[in-house]
């Protein structure tokens, strides 16, 4: 009987010292002599051996070897024995083989499947190592070599159960993230595509939604009979879906109810999306568990990319940023990755990382835009804005990281540093021009300021540091951040206010609007949103497009609504029955500027005065009228 294995062996040959006697027409050699104790313990052995001679032939085996290969002991000698046991099969293991038949290496060892004669197969290890040297070879021959073969099948057996189980998971029966990524490295090397097939991949990346809540309303138990039922699902959508090609999509569970399909030589991103859609129609019909009917809905992530130049990390990250998105888009949708959309995020990212070594670093700016009395013009405040001079992306406004700032809590230390800033720089202007009417500095203060820090401390600190008046610091806060404020931002705010600080609600009108409850505030000032003042610009678009002609302003202030010049009339009179003064923001025509003043807005703010502007441009906008003079701006004045 000969071994076989799955691969062809190669056309090698021993050369002419391994030719066989056979070969040649003789009988086969069996000239060498054991002493019987060693014949009776080589018959008797549990384990099944041959003796090989020098030149690779059997010269026995014992009954356990005829037994494992299922053939005569007898039949066995002269034999090929690199035959017998599959070590021609491949080179690496023909070439160590040759190396032991000529006294070049010690031993070999190594795991082959055997067929025995009656067809059925075997794994077994084959081990090959040189007899020691008895004495009484006869004749002068070498000792030759012990060939020992162990069947091993049961423990590859049980191996391969334990693989199963450690690449699949228990509750779903499929496989796991182990299992997965070592798909899906595989399918990422080069031999893999290079030698036909499109050479490109794709995976949907899928999560539950709502799946916590399954498990906190009817227990762990259902929730997992749930995910069975997903994962049933998701096979069949996978094998209805196979491609000719690369067959079904290999469906795994990563964890949690985070589940994925990968797809083999994709062919583009429509297989991908049409795959990503049939997998939340499939998963669409509720489920039937117990006594139990549940309904759930799945966000998919979607990527589909050449195989080329992908690792799997780069590959799941994708997946992962997309299926967010999906998430953030509104769930139970599939999204598809956003290379643009990816590079904002990673650019986010890169922000978020270096905030607080460039509050370190100084690469933060202050601008101010001037706060201007309708009434006569003058300057009477200006608003600090930050600005971020960033290495790699240039100056940033506050809208690219302010959010950033807050969500990792730098925003604490960078707000510090704004309002010490900002208040060297208002006593400044104060000192630099004695004979004019100081003006006040207006600070934005974040929610989380009030929260992680003891903004208390660090204003009453700023104000003795820099030597500004209270009265000449107005700290701003949101109005989504100061209606409903209770515990210790109100405390914050009322001790602020007692300190002799002004506090402003910036964006007046797109939240709450509760001008009741501001009378429990210690709010001094209203700052209108912008939106209404926008909607003066009614007249003005109507005559544009009577005429035909379209202002540029006009074009980009969005709707025009009339309503909005009733509103904000209400709003002031209110406001002033209240104490309160009225800034409105957003003043860009004369137009708007004359309309507020004409309804009572005490101050404004806008590119109709100024832009943000460096301290020195303010400086001139304070000298601008002379000594003893009032500081006046008049439209474009401020401009650069």
């Not at 021993?14 to 006697?21: F, H, K």
């Not at 090959?128 to 060939?147: N, R, W």
């Not at 995976?203 to 009979?225: E, I, P, Q, S, W």
């Not at 507020?596 to 807005?601: N, T």
Request: proline content about 5%.
């Amino acid at each position: 009987m000969n071994g076989t294995s799955e691969g062809p062996a190669p056309a090698a040959d021993l050369g002419p010292s391994v030719i066989t006697e056979r070969d040649n027409g003789l009988a086969p050699r069996t000239g060498r002599t054991e002493p019987p104790a060693y014949r009776s313990v080589f018959t008797t052995a549990p384990l099944a051996m041959a003796v090989v001679d020098a030149e690779g032939l059997v010269v026995s085996a014992n009954d356990s070897l005829g037994t494992l290969l299922g053939t005569d002991p007898a039949a066995l000698a002269g034999c090929v024995a690199a035959d017998l046991v599959d070590l021609a099969s491949d080179a690496g293991t023909w070439h160590a083989y040759r190396e032991v038949l000529r006294g070049h290496r010690p031993r070999l060892r190594c795991t082959r499947r055997l067929k025995r004669a009656d067809g059925h197969s075997l794994w077994a290890q084959v081990t090959v190592e040189p007899l020691a040297d008895s004495g009484d070879s006869g004749g002068g021959d070498t000792p030759g070599l012990l060939l020992s073969v162990a069947d091993v099948s049961a423990r590859r057996e049980l191996q391969a159960r334990l693989r199963h189980l450690q690449m699949h998971d228990p509750v779903t029966r499929l496989p796991n993230r182990a299992l997965f990524f070592e798909r899906l490295t595989a399918a990422l090397e080069a031999e893999s595509y290079e030698n036909g097939g499109t050479g490109r991949i794709g995976v949907c990346y899928l999560d539950l939604d709502g799946f916590k809540a399954v498990n906190d309303t009817h227990g762990h138990r259902v929730g997992d009979r749930l995910l069975a039922a997903v994962a049933e699902r998701l096979t069949r959508c996978a094998e209805e879906a196979a491609h000719a090609r690369s067959g079904a999509p290999l469906v795994a569970r990563l964890g949690g109810d985070e589940f994925a399909l990968l797809v083999e030589d994709s062919t583009g991103t429509d297989q991908l999306a049409d795959l990503a859609g049939a997998v939340l129609a499939a998963l669409q019909p509720p489920f039937e568990l117990a006594d139990r009917r549940l309904s759930v809905t799945a966000s998919v992530g979607v990527v589909e990319r050449h195989t080329a130049g992908t690792t799997p990390t780069a590959l799941m990250q994708a997946a992962d940023t997309t299926l967010y998105w999906a998430k953030a888009d509104g769930r139970a949708r599939w999204t598809l990755f956003d290379p643009e959309r990816n590079a904002s995020r990673m650019t986010r990212q890169a922000l978020a990382a270096t905030l607080r070594p460039a509050i370190e670093r100084g690469e933060f700016a202050l601008e101010y835009q001037p706060l201007v009395g309708m009434e006569d013009g003058r300057v009477r405040g200006v608003e600090a804005l930050i600005r971020w001079n960033h290495p790699q992306f240039g100056v940033l406004a506050p809208n690219r990281f302010i959010a950033l700032a807050e969500e990792d809590g730098s925003i604490v230390p960078l707000g510090r540093w704004i309002l010490r800033t900002a208040c060297h720089q208002a006593r400044r202007w104060q000192l630099d021009h004695p004979d004019e009417p100081p003006i006040f500095v207006s600070v934005n203060v974040a929610v989380r300021q009030v929260w992680d820090s003891d903004l208390v401390a660090d204003v009453a600190h700023t104000l003795e540091e820099t030597g500004l008046a209270p009265e000449l610091l107005q700290l701003e806060l949101t109005e989504s951040a100061v209606m409903g404020s209770a515990g210790r931002p109100l405390q914050v705010l009322k001790a602020l206010s007692d300190m002799g600080v002004h506090i402003a609600i910036d964006d007046f009108g797109t939240g709450y609007s509760n001008l009741a409850y501001l009378s429990r505030l210690p709010v001094s000032v209203l700052k209108l949103d912008g939106a209404f003042v926008r909607g003066f610009q009614y007249d003005a678009v109507s005559e544009a497009a009577a005429s035909g002609a379209g202002a540029s302003q006009s074009a980009g202030a969005g709707v025009a609504n009339p309503a909005d010049e009733v509103i904000v009339e209400a709003m002031v009179q209110l406001a002033h029955r209240l104490g309160l003064t009225v800034t409105a923001e957003c003043v860009e025509t004369s137009d708007q500027a004359t309309r507020l003043r004409r309804i009572g807005c005490d101050t404004g703010q806008g590119w109709l005065y100024s832009r943000p502007v460096a301290p020195d441009r303010i400086s001139a906008l304070l000298g601008h009228a002379g000594p003893g003079g009032p500081a006046g701006v008049q439209a474009g004045v401020g401009n650069p």
